[in-house]
């Protein structure tokens, strides 16, 4: 699979450090532990299109979120996290 860093241009996927699904974002609140077992170990393992953190960890350190298809490993789209969380 081949990933396009939007500042180091398309690299194997060697080079990048997966860091799971997009709902980083949605960490729930201190204090709520149920919410937070559900965070941590109740996942879905969904085919098809899903977006996920990565980490250019071989290259410009940059974190992507890469908008791909699990079952083809077709990239569809790799935008900047900083554009995606600002």
Not at 26 to 45: C, F, Q, T
């Amino acid at each position: 699979m081949r990933i396009t860093c939007p500042i180091c241009g398309e690299r194997d996927r060697r080079e990048f450090y997966y860091m799971g699904a997009d709902d980083y974002l949605d960490r729930p609140a201190e204090g709520d532990v149920e919410a937070m077992h559900r965070y941590l170990h109740i996942r879905s393992n969904p085919a098809g299109v899903t977006r996920d953190l990565w980490h250019h960890e071989a290259g410009c350190s940059a974190w992507l979120v890469v908008e791909r298809n699990v079952s083809t490993h077709e990239i569809l789209r790799v935008e900047l996290a900083s554009k995606v969380v600002s």
